[in-house]
């Protein structure tokens, strides 16, 4: 494993200025002196702090583990959410009282299929906030008047939910919607944490983002909730976010035995903030089973699939052709064009007929050589191909072309710049054509013309103008696919089926077209093609260092290598992901390497890592990459025990202070601990595990610690890190 300068931080818990609430505010001023009594004045004011509590902003939720709808081996995993908030789990209370600050009011709980089975479905269901108020009971709004009223409860009796909810917060109502889901007061008290378990199950992860998508942000912040429980293996599951809000006294004991402030009550009501459903077996979509297990076709590369290509016969074909070839030859040619990344399309001409032609996009086979990129052009028709071995039109240059004029068009900013810039360059060329003509025809007898022309030159502003930023950024965006349909990147879904890897090199020729014909706006002549094409090759450098910009959270060596590199050329590498990997690891980590070694940092940078859906990843790196390293985003390390068959478990412990702090001990004799159970067998204890872990690390590693905190907790916790490796021509 490769040591990089990759640092995850856990912190216990991270609390809000100001709760969820209403406050006041008192001020008094007291004036006087020695000529009379003093004179008091006061003041007073009310103010609130709003926040979620029904439902979660669209942003809060970043992942959740095991993945929504997902099938894998997920045996001893405890489920968690990730939330862009840190402050979110301690917005609001659960257990009141001093002390409990670090005890958060979100909770993830796990329902086994039997017990899901047992529950009306579905099991989560919408319902407004008055189904959270026992029937009948007037509920008010925090700030409005003495007496008023927004409505009556209408939860039936019987039932436990949210306590205090008769007075709603400022900007609630009693209509606001709200999932729910109802437990028997039993199974709610059998999965449920205990008020110490809970402070357990929550903690703040600051990770980097250097191998991560494309963001200007180089650290970020998350809140972890974690749960308290497993899936059974050979079952289905559901994981529930839920809000625990004012119910710590409704918490149940560590054997899971239900409290006594329940009273009669038979069901209790849950706030349902998330919900998703995963399966566990003894195998299925774990994160390394779904990158070990790309490119099962054996393709890795951006091509159609098809029959072996045979060079002899190629070779023999392309011979023939002068004399005539036959079926064989054709078929020989046809196979090595589709093993070239080309694929035929449907071609409709200008003269309203149409054919079938050959495309092929920018990702080039990896290593493949390809032709000089083309000259300033008047339009798209001057970069059309024939391919007289098959007698079919190329017409990928073209295409290329047209979709870089369209771009162009479509930006505003862009077009305007570059037009100006053209007429201040094309303005300037006259006024030195005419600077030159003048200069050698003048005389010694007319020399007294030369101030007041010079004067003029100047007010004209004789020179090379300057172009617009805006012009470089764009082109920068255009190397770096920015907004390219993906039906150009990949005309063929049969070139990116489900669950494949394929590496690539960008096609410079391709991209150079693009580029033109970005840069074509305002091109109408010959000389105006031969100018454009002096001011391209001014603005290259400018865009190659654009694009090499625009990636903001670059490791430090990496983003000195970018510095320090030609601007005369870019040649980019990079690899094209379509998988379920993607969609259920959103932030998934990609590394480059220039050899095969991955015992030193990453030496390959990225110019673009980017999410193109779901389920599909492109990345870019600038140079060639013989080795690629995909592994587990550090704020989505899923945390889990080790099952044994009679029903135990245990985790393996790692150092929580000195110079190997969160390195793993080993195993033997005394590198695990056991995490104490419910009858269960699913159901950790978490508070009772926390200081068996505390004690063992205490005993054993001298690490003094005097109580186990949440972040303590969650490091020894973790499972370990996935990470799988492709070398460039293989397919992991």
């Known amino acids: 494993m490769a040591s990089v300068d990759k640092a995850v931080t856990f912190t216990e818990f991270k609390e809000p200025k100001l709760k969820s609430g209403v406050y006041g505010l008192h001020a008094e001023l007291s004036a006087g002196g020695p000529k009379g009594p003093p004179i008091s004045f006061t003041a007073d004011?009310?103010?609130?702090v709003a926040g979620l509590r029904f439902r979660l902003g669209g942003d809060d939720l970043v992942s959740v583990f095991p993945p929504a709808l997902a099938t894998g081996e997920f045996g001893g995993v405890l489920p968690h959410v990730v939330l862009a908030r840190p402050t979110l789990p301690w917005q609001r209370t659960s257990v009141a009282g001093a002390g409990n600050a670090n005890v958060p009011w979100l909770a993830v709980l796990t329902l086994q299929q039997d017990e899901l089975a047992a529950l009306p479905a579905p099991a989560v269901t919408a319902k407004t906030a008055a189904d959270l108020v026992p029937q009948g009971t007037p509920i008010s709004v925090a700030g409005q008047a003495a007496g008023a009223s927004s409505g009556v409860g209408a939860m039936p009796p019987g039932t436990v939910a949210t306590p205090g909810l008769s007075l709603l917060d400022y900007g609630e109502s009693a209509a606001d919607p709200v999932n729910v889901v109802d437990l028997a007061v039993p199974l709610f008290s059998r999965i449920a944490p205990t008020a110490a378990d809970l402070a357990l199950l929550a903690?703040?992860?600051?990770?980097?983002?250097?191998?991560?998508?494309?963001?200007?942000?180089?650290?970020?912040t998350r809140a972890i909730v974690l749960g308290n429980r497993a899936g059974r293996v050979g079952g289905k599951a559901l994981a529930l976010l839920v809000s625990l809000e004012n119910l710590g006294s409704y918490l149940p004991d560590?054997?899971?035995?239900?409290?006594?402030?329940?009273?009669?009550?038979?069901?209790?009501?849950?706030?349902?903030?998330?919900?998703?459903?995963?399966?566990v077996t003894d195998g299925g979509a774990t994160l390394e089973h779904l990158l070990t297990h790309l490119n099962s076709s054996g393709i890795a590369t951006v091509r159609m699939p098809g029959a072996a290509v045979d060079a002899a016969r190629v070779q023999a074909a392309t011979a023939a052709q002068p004399t005539g070839i036959g079926d064989a030859d054709a078929d020989a040619l046809v196979a090595n064009a589709l093993a070239a990344g080309y694929v035929p399309m449907d071609h409709h001409l200008r003269e309203a007929g149409k054919t079938v032609s050959w495309y092929r996009g920018p990702l080039l086979p990896y290593g493949m050589a390809a032709p000089a990129p083309p000259p300033a052009v008047s339009g798209p028709d001057a970069l059309l191909r024939y391919d007289p071995t098959l007698g079919m039109f190329d017409t990928s240059y073209a295409a290329a072309w047209q979709l870089g004029q369209l771009m162009a068009l479509q930006s505003r900013s862009f077009s305007l710049a570059l037009l100006q810039w053209k007429?201040?360059?094309?303005?300037?060329?006259?006024?030195?054509?005419?600077?030159?003509?003048?200069?050698?025809r003048l005389t010694e007898g007319n020399a007294t013309a030369l101030p007041s022309f010079t004067n003029r030159l100047r007010a004209n502003g004789l020179g090379d103008p300057q172009p617009a930023q805006v012009i470089a950024d764009f082109i920068g965006a255009l190397r770096l696919l920015r907004g390219v349909p993906f039906g150009y990147l990949v005309p063929n879904e049969q070139m990116l089926p489900p669950e494949s890897l394929r590496m690539f090199s960008l096609d410079p020729a391709w991209m150079e077209a693009l580029v033109d014909g970005a840069f074509s706006i305002g091109r109408s002549s010959q000389a105006q093609a031969a100018r454009d094409a002096g001011l391209a090759r001014a603005i290259r450098p400018l865009s190659i260092q654009a694009a090499r910009g625009r990636r903001r959270n670059d490791r430090p060596h990496l983003a000195q290598l970018?510095?320090?590199?030609?601007?005369?050329?870019?040649?980019?590498?990079?690899l094209l992901i379509r998988s379920q990997a993607i969609r259920n690891w959103p932030q998934l980590q990609i590394d480059g390497y220039s050899d095969t070694d991955d015992s030193h940092p990453?030496?390959?940078?990225?110019?673009?890592m980017t999410n193109l859906s779901q389920d599909v990843l492109l990345c870019l790196f600038d140079g060639p990459v013989r080795m690629i390293a995909i592994h587990q985003p550090p704020e989505q390390l899923h945390s889990g025990v080790e099952l044994a068959t009679d029903g135990s478990a245990s985790t393996t412990l790692r150092a929580v202070a000195g110079d190997h702090a969160g390195l793993q001990y080993p195993v033997q004799p005394h590198g695990t601990a056991r995490i104490a159970m419910r009858s269960d067998a699913l159901t950790i204890r978490a508070a009772a595990g926390g200081e068996a872990i505390r004690t063992q690390l205490n005993t054993w590693f001298g690490q003094s610690l005097a109580r186990m905190s949440a972040n303590e907790f969650a490091l020894q916790m973790v499972k370990g890190v996935v990470r799988v490796e492709y070398l460039v021509g293989e397919t992991a």
């Open 602 to 608: 990453p030496d390959v940078a990225k110019l673009s």
């Open 203 to 220: 903690n703040v992860r600051t990770t980097d983002t250097h191998d991560s998508v494309d963001n200007t942000d180089t650290q970020l």
């Open 45 to 48: 004011a009310r103010f609130a």
């Open 562 to 574: 970018k510095a320090g590199a030609s601007s005369s050329q870019l040649a980019v590498t990079g």
């Open 423 to 440: 007429h201040q360059s094309a303005r300037s060329a006259a006024i030195a054509g005419e600077a030159s003509a003048f200069m050698a």
């Open 254 to 279: 560590e054997q899971g035995n239900p409290s006594a402030a329940f009273g009669g009550a038979t069901t209790i009501r849950l706030v349902v903030l998330n919900s998703w459903p995963f399966t």
